[in-house]
């Protein structure tokens, strides 16, 4: 496996928190707005229980092993779930980039054949 420079390495510990509050945002929005709507009270309550169980294991909330080696997997995950877009990776060198966004286009492509 390649090994991560530096400067991605320093690069992405600084922006997981943001990327993973903004995401965690996005959530509590998404939970307000089932919490405010029409159902019961008990409804609203076990939906949200089930969406917290469910959006607990999401890599915008936590990520699994945060070393370097991990590094390329966990920025994948991001992309794959959909808490960051490439264009969050502005600042990141072009091989890493490109890496990713060869692997994101891969699945797109995926999922269109289906």
Do not use: C
């Amino acid at each position: 496996m390649k090994r991560v420079n530096e400067k991605d390495w320093k690069l992405f510990r600084n922006r997981v928190p943001d990327w993973q509050e903004a995401y965690m945002g996005k959530l509590v929005e998404e939970y307000k707005a089932l919490l405010n709507g029409n159902e019961q009270s008990s409804d609203k309550f076990w939906a949200l229980w089930n969406r917290l169980k469910q959006d607990k294991h999401s890599p915008g909330v936590m990520l699994g092993d945060m070393s370097r080696s991990n590094m390329r997997m966990n920025l994948l995950l991001l992309l794959r779930h959909g808490i960051i877009t490439i264009q969050n990776l502005d600042g990141f060198s072009e091989e890493l980039r490109e890496e990713l966004s060869y692997m994101v286009e891969s699945w797109t492509w995926e999922q269109n054949e289906d």
